[in-house]
């Protein structure tokens, strides 16, 4: 049984860093499509960054130059460092897993099957 566990969310201030982790279980984050995406208070799911099985990396224009996405293998985890925060990050970031990525639909929450219960980010400025 897959179980995505996220962690690292808080409270910070806007121009601060944070780096969020999602621990895996039941599959390997080595080989598997895994994304993060956030979803604000009366906000869509909102699509942030994608690390392939293949080891490509997309980022969504947000995220761009503030945003990084990593896997650790040997302690099968997903990471987002995030900084330069700003009031716009606010949201509740969610770590998300499938077998593998289809680049057209990467950035589409329906592309994975596996998702975590969420980290929350407040960012105040």
């Known amino acids: 049984q897959v179980q995505l566990v996220e962690s690292g969310g808080a409270s910070v201030q806007a121009g601060g860093s944070l780096k969020l982790s999602c621990a895996a279980s039941?599959?390997?984050?080595?080989?598997?499509?895994m994304a993060w995406f956030r979803q604000g208070i009366g906000k869509e799911r909102e699509w942030v960054a994608v690390?392939?099985?293949?080891?490509?990396?997309r980022l969504a224009d947000s995220a761009k130059g503030r945003f990084t996405i990593s896997k650790d293998v040997a302690k099968n985890m997903l990471y987002l460092q995030m900084n330069s925060l700003n009031a716009e990050d606010t949201a509740m970031y969610y770590c998300a897993a499938s077998a593998w990525c289809i680049t057209t639909t990467s950035s589409d929450p329906h592309g994975f099957s596996y998702w975590g219960q969420g980290t929350q980010v407040t960012v105040s400025s």
């Open positions: 690390f392939s099985g293949s080891g490509w990396v």
């Open positions: 039941g599959m390997t984050v080595s080989s598997a499509c």
